[in-house]
């Protein structure tokens, strides 16, 4: 529109609807998810050359795979989260860890990965490129490689700047065998590290809730910690998790319910960090239900306990690692924490998120 | 952390446990005023280590509980409007109106945020000029003097987008009700560490009089629940009706002078409805004429809610300690902490919630 | 009501439009937090925050009665038994 005023209106190319294309663009558009030259270029130009593999170099419809012998592993994950970019990562790198931690807590050696995304009409491309070639940082550390991918794009405003899919496979070496119900009483749970890191880094970049102490995520690829964990305790290596959306106390819930056992930790053994404790304490929050994205819990015999602890405390990732409590027969199907001062009480499951309280 | 950790020192809780069962000669029905502290009780298990004679009860001190339906309606009602940004600590999104949450509202749509401080939504009014940023001012008196400088800020700051929705309560006039009642069992109170922070302990003296009841200000920590409950009871045998303080380190008898002076300048005192047991007088805040420019209730038309109390809630007799959640019938079972029926199952320091979370057997 | 966590003032930052404001620490964490309600307040002195407002400067004096009492409690039970 123009003011009468001020001379010739400004002219917004952008606003046209002039079906030439604009050629170098800085911006995601629609026509990069719709499959023509634009969304060919984008794969040449981002994709490719980040994830060189020659599956996908192949470019087919699906990647067709060799695998050495054992069962496979399959899972597959959806990131969302919000900011896209955090200390100690960004929605690229948790997208692949996340998948190869999934695969790794099946006792799977992590194999290939997928990447989905669906992107909002507007992401800068260079925020797309920084977040693939984090993406190839994580995949190369987890000795993973993406084979397949795929790409569409929304309208502004019907999605939150860029959500991605990761699927990945992985194989199960024989006679490893890790299930939730395979949680005896007397086996001893343990985490690798201090927790609730990851919950509180983001926090502490989102809106309303900033802290003037810069606090990094834990995101990263623990198949290095189970290694160590499967290569000296074996089939005593009961259960893994890592504990992500809803805690170690959600994890741990899911456990002792799936395997009709109950669980009781001990509250001055679990490792909390003092700035997660200080966040923690200002907002109201527990830490046993806050988010973690670089952490493992193990349930092993107790026979192996030890080892499992030395072989993570020797691993960098796993310094601060600890055991942390207990299987036990009853309450069945219940997390119990032995408190600091001397009495016991049902950890429950969360309904819904936590939420910073002034009460 | 330094004035946190030492206060949880098993050692020391088990001294001061062993001390009040030493002391303790008869049965004893103490209050707890205050969530924080039923949080905490339940939290570490604090009730375990109680001699069986000793009764804790929990009081009506959740801000977040005792927040009339009518309020509620009213906050969702603003909250669903396009122009509004609507603030709120945490504990308030999910308490159920008569038809829905705020973060029921937040998720068809409307603009509700969670925030730490009031003057978080101030900043944000600031930042919005286009948009009307309305702060859900909920508490007691240790919240007050935190929403009277944010209404100060905004007016110092000519601010014409920042309106507080006010259900600021009072703990003395609470505290009467509950000793006035005719089937009243309490016979020693812990009265709220902060509240007591903020205002002094002036109040409590005629209180401790007129119903010769020990009243002892504590904290929060599991030290500080087991000296107040000890001095507590250390009263009770003595046969003494005074005003004790357990929680000397951060309340004084004449409270906090600043903030105490700004909660007056701002606001006056008024009639408060508390959800479950029905209105208080002069139990409640609401800013002063000069300043009722800053009032939601009085930007915001709100003529049209109609208000509609869940039958089966029992909030009442919970808040003031004549059941516990365990005998309502609809507790676990119809009103969970997923779909619950009333406040005190939502409120992370509702009775309902905590024996949820940490007691469902018992 | 009245989540109030301890806290030590680390900084007097700014005076602005009738509010003073400070740097507080938690813990591992550090927070910007209203310090009008006690004008008096030093750096390194320990505060009780609540909502983004130091309410109360902390009596380290009567904190340390506290442990005393409590542990003169505990020599008396052992003398006893």
Redesign the interface.
């Known amino acids: 529109m123009t003011d009468p005023k001020s001379g010739p209106a400004a002219v917004d190319p952008s606003q046209w609807s002039c079906p030439a294309p604009t050629g170098a663009v800085d911006a995601i558009q629609v026509a990069h998810g719709g499959g023509g030259r634009m969304s060919q270029r984008l794969t040449e130009s981002v994709f490719l050359p980040a994830f060189r593999n020659p599956a996908l170099e192949a470019l087919h419809d699906g990647a067709v795979l060799s695998l050495p012998p054992g069962r496979v592993a399959f899972t597959t994950d959806s990131y969302v989260i919000h900011p896209i970019f955090f200390p100690g990562g960004d929605i690229g790198s948790l997208a692949v860890h996340g998948t190869v931690n999934d695969l790794a807590m099946c006792g799977a050696r992590p194999l290939h990965l997928s990447a989905g995304f669906i992107i909002e009409e507007g992401l800068p491309i260079a925020d797309l490129k920084r977040i693939v070639a984090s993406m190839a940082r994580a995949a190369e550390q987890a000795g993973v490689t993406v084979v397949t991918g795929d790409t569409k794009v929304v309208d502004r405003g019907k999605g939150d700047q860029i959500f991605i899919n990761t699927a990945g496979i992985g194989v199960v070496p024989e006679g490893i065998e890790i299930s939730p119900s395979r949680a005896r009483p007397g086996d001893l749970v343990l985490v690798s590290g201090e927790i609730a890191v990851h919950g509180i880094a983001i926090l502490s970049v989102r809106q309303g809730l900033q802290f003037e102490t810069e606090m990094v995520s834990d995101s990263a690829s623990l198949h290095e910690l189970v290694g160590a964990a499967l290569d000296v305790a074996g089939t005593h290596l009961h259960v893994l998790r890592d504990p992500t959306r809803g805690g170690v106390a959600s994890a741990l819930n899911e456990i002792a319910a799936s395997a009709g056992v109950s669980i009781e930790l001990e509250e001055r053994s679990i490792p909390v960090n003092e700035t997660v404790q200080g966040a923690c304490e200002l907002l109201g929050f527990d830490p046993l239900y806050v988010a973690n994205e670089g952490k493992c819990l193990a349930i092993v015999a107790p026979s192996h306990a030890n080892a499992v602890l030395e072989a993570w405390r020797r691993h960098p990732l796993g310094r601060a690692a600890a055991i942390i409590g207990q299987v036990r027969e009853e309450p069945r199907g219940r997390l119990v924490l032995h408190t600091r001062i001397g009495a016991r009480r049902i950890v429950d499951m969360l309904s819904g998120e936590q939420l910073p309280r002034i009460c | 952390m330094r004035f946190v950790d030492e206060y949880r020192d098993g050692e020391a809780v088990r001294r001061a446990a062993a001390a009040i069962a030493s002391v303790q000669t008869r049965p004893w029905t103490l209050m707890e005023i205050c969530g924080g502290q039923t949080h905490s009780i339940l939290k570490f298990g604090l009730d375990q280590l109680l001699p069986d004679q000793l009764t804790l009860v929990h009081g009506p001190g959740c801000p977040v509980c005792v927040t009339p339906l009518e309020l509620i309606d009213q906050a969702v009602e603003i909250a669903a409007r396009r122009e509004v940004i609507f603030t709120s600590f945490g504990d308030m999104l999910r308490v159920p109106g008569s038809s829905k949450s705020l973060l029921q509202v937040k998720a068809e749509g409307g603009d509700v945020r969670v925030v730490y401080s009031p003057l978080d939504a101030v900043k944000l009014a600031e930042e919005n000029p286009m948009r009307q940023v309305v702060f859900f001012a909920v508490g007691f008196e240790t919240t007050a003097p935190a929403n009277a400088m944010a209404v100060w800020r905004a007016h110092e700051l000519g601010l014409a987008n920042f309106t507080i929705l006010c259900s600021h309560v009072l703990v003395p006039p609470a505290i009467d009700a509950i000793l006035g009642a005719p089937d009243c069992r309490i016979q020693g109170f812990l009265a709220a560490g902060h509240v007591c922070t903020v205002e002094g302990t002036g109040d409590y003296e005629p209180l401790a009089r007129k119903y010769h009841v020990p009243i002892v200000v504590t904290g929060f920590e599991p030290v500080d629940l087991m000296t107040g409950i000890l001095m507590c009871v250390e009263a009770l045998e003595k046969g003494e009706a005074k005003v004790g303080n357990a929680y000397k380190r951060s309340a004084h008898a004449t409270g906090n002078p600043a903030a105490r002076a700004l909660v007056r300048r701002m606001f006056k005192t008024c009639d408060r409805a508390w959800r479950g047991i029905g209105v208080i007088p002069l139990s409640g805040l609401e800013l002063r004429d000069e300043f009722k420019a800053f009032d939601a209730a009085r930007r915001f038309d709100s003529s049209r809610i109609r208000t509609v109390e869940p039958k089966e809630c029992i909030a009442g007799e919970i808040l003031l300690g004549h059941k516990r959640p365990s005998q309502c019938p609809a507790f676990g079972s119809q009103c969970t902490p997923e779909h619950p029926l009333g406040a005190p199952m939502v409120s992370a320091e509702g009775a309902c919630a905590a024996y949820h979370a940490y007691r469902r057997t018992a | 009501?009245?989540?109030?966590?301890?806290?030590?003032v680390v900084a007097i930052t700014r005076h602005e439009?009738?509010?003073q404001m400070g740097?507080v620490?938690?813990?591992?964490?550090?927070?910007?937090v209203?310090l009008?309600?006690?004008?008096e307040i030093q750096v390194g002195e320990?505060v009780?925050?609540?909502?983004?407002?130091a309410?109360?400067q902390?009596?380290?004096e009567?904190?340390a009665?506290?442990?005393e009492?409590?542990?003169q409690?505990?020599d008396l039970?052992d003398a006893v038994r």
């Not at chain 3, 620490?25 to 910007?32: A, C, L, T, V």
């Not at chain 3, 009780?48 to 407002?53: D, E, L, R, T």
């Open positions: 009501m009245c989540l109030g966590v301890p806290g030590k439009v009738g509010m740097r620490q938690f813990g591992g964490i550090q927070k910007e209203c009008s309600f006690l004008p320990y009780i925050v609540h909502a983004g407002f309410i109360s902390i009596d380290e009567e904190a009665k506290t442990f009492i409590l542990r409690m505990g039970d």
